[in-house]
Each structure stands twice: as structure tokens, then as C-alpha cells.
């Protein structure tokens, strides 16, 4: 069995298509390898209002970039090359991620995370929905175990909130800075935009010195 501890911010766009490239690169290239993902949360915005911020606003004060369009062709480009038609312009806030996260954390003992983590981050890309409102979640969670009381009690608990952001603190005291970031067999350890072939490179890699 080999572990991959996958660091993400679901607001991201690279942390959904490396997502997508990790399950394309296991799905074809190591069909018969068991695999268990574990996912750990980064907090790229703590502090994003309920209501989000809009990107494009975002861009220009962070970054200077007034053209967001073409700021989104590089992610836009490099996901559709591995089959995930992302068009960025389809959701232009960034809401507060701790409710997601936490349902996250708490699919682990339900066997569902990897499952669950991208139909999140689909929910929010794909298909623009604001996956800081409970009602949201509840909707994607109700098919990887959660009954809809519990996604309500997960996503509003102050404390699942707390644990969300010590497991962020604590992936940033690890060494994580960008993300995604993958750790293959407690050891290999790559981050950022890679390819098909960097991923698939690690995971052999972690095979072949296991």
C-alpha cells in the first residue's frame, strides 16, 4: 500500500488539477497499485469573508494584474492537456475554505476522502458553487456518507474549525509552501504545477524504494 499525503487549498486552481493529474496517472499507469491518499489542509486565505472576495479584485491588489483572463490561461491550458475542461472565469470568488476542510477531515474514518476532496473542489470550479455555505456541502456530501445533519454540525462547529486550522499550521511547520503538495511513502515529496510524468516519477520511484 503506498501512502500519498496530498496538501491542498480547494480554492486553487493547480491543487485541482493535481488532484486530477495523481488520479489520471494512477488510473493509467498503475491500475493494479493500492493506494491511500490522505488529504491535509492548507489555508491559502484564513481570514476571506463569508461572502468571498472576487478574484478579479484579488488579482489587481495583490498582483497588479488587471486582465484576469489572462492570468487564467496558463492553469486554463495545463488542465485541459490532461483531459479537465477548466474555464477559471466560471467562478470568480474565493470563499472561506475551514467548512470544506473540515468535512474533509472527517470523511478520513468514512473512507471517502480522496472522493469527497474532488467533489468539492469540482462543486466549487466546475460548477461555481459557494462551498463555505453548509447547504452546499451538504449537497456533495451526501453521496460519500454524511447524512445532511451532519455536514451542518461539521461545517458550523467552531471547534471543526480550530482543528482545520491547527492541521494548516501544522502543514506549514512540515515545510509545505506551495501547493499542491504530494508525499509519496513519507519521503518523496514534490509541489507545485507537475506534470503527468513528475508525478508518475515519484510514485515509481516510492514503489521501487519501498
Given at each position: 500500500?503506498?501512502?500519498?499525503?496530498?496538501?491542498?487549498?480547494?480554492?486553487?486552481?493547480?491543487?485541482?488539477?493535481?488532484?486530477?493529474?495523481?488520479?489520471?496517472?494512477?488510473?493509467?499507469?498503475?491500475?493494479?497499485?493500492?493506494?491511500?491518499?490522505?488529504?491535509?489542509?492548507?489555508?491559502?486565505?484564513?481570514?476571506?469573508?463569508?461572502?468571498?472576495?472576487?478574484?478579479?479584485?484579488?488579482?489587481?491588489?495583490?498582483?497588479?494584474?488587471?486582465?484576469?483572463?489572462?492570468?487564467?490561461?496558463?492553469?486554463?491550458?495545463?488542465?485541459?492537456?490532461?483531459?479537465?475542461?477548466?474555464?477559471?472565469?466560471?467562478?470568480?470568488?474565493?470563499?472561506?475554505?475551514?467548512?470544506?476542510?473540515?468535512?474533509?477531515?472527517?470523511?478520513?474514518?468514512?473512507?471517502?476522502?480522496?472522493?469527497?476532496?474532488?467533489?468539492?473542489?469540482?462543486?466549487?470550479?466546475?460548477?461555481?458553487?459557494?462551498?463555505?455555505?453548509?447547504?452546499?456541502?451538504?449537497?456533495?456530501?451526501?453521496?460519500?456518507g454524511f447524512e445532511r445533519a451532519e455536514v451542518h454540525a461539521i461545517a458550523c462547529d467552531p471547534a471543526w474549525c480550530r482543528r482545520v486550522e491547527q492541521e494548516a499550521a501544522r502543514s506549514v511547520a512540515a515545510g509545505v509552501r506551495s501547493v499542491p503538495h504530494f508525499v509519496f511513502a513519507g519521503r518523496i515529496?514534490?509541489?507545485?504545477?507537475?506534470?503527468?510524468?513528475?508525478?508518475?516519477?515519484?510514485?515509481?520511484?516510492?514503489?521501487?524504494?519501498?
Amino acid at each position: 500500500m503506498l501512502q500519498i499525503d496530498l496538501f491542498t487549498e480547494i480554492t486553487c486552481p493547480w491543487c485541482i488539477i493535481g488532484q486530477h493529474r495523481l488520479d489520471k496517472v494512477l488510473a493509467e499507469r498503475f491500475p493494479g497499485l493500492a493506494v491511500d491518499i490522505r488529504h491535509h489542509p492548507v489555508l491559502l486565505m484564513p481570514d476571506a469573508p463569508a461572502s468571498g472576495l472576487y478574484i478579479p479584485d484579488l488579482l489587481r491588489a495583490r498582483y497588479g494584474i488587471t486582465e484576469p483572463k489572462a492570468a487564467f490561461a496558463r492553469p486554463e491550458a495545463e488542465a485541459q492537456a490532461s483531459g479537465l475542461a477548466l474555464d477559471l472565469c466560471r467562478q470568480l470568488w474565493a470563499y472561506p475554505t475551514q467548512s470544506a476542510h473540515a468535512l474533509i477531515l472527517a470523511a478520513r474514518e468514512r473512507g471517502t476522502q480522496h472522493r469527497l476532496a474532488l467533489a468539492i473542489s469540482s462543486a466549487y470550479f466546475l460548477g461555481a458553487r459557494n462551498i463555505a455555505d453548509a447547504d452546499v456541502l451538504a449537497d456533495i456530501a451526501v453521496d460519500h456518507g454524511f447524512e445532511r445533519a451532519e455536514v451542518h454540525a461539521i461545517a458550523c462547529d467552531p471547534a471543526w474549525c480550530r482543528r482545520v486550522e491547527q492541521e494548516a499550521a501544522r502543514s506549514v511547520a512540515a515545510g509545505v509552501r506551495s501547493v499542491p503538495h504530494f508525499v509519496f511513502a513519507g519521503r518523496i515529496a514534490i509541489n507545485g504545477g507537475r506534470s503527468e510524468d513528475e508525478i508518475a516519477l515519484s510514485i515509481k520511484e516510492a514503489v521501487a524504494t519501498g
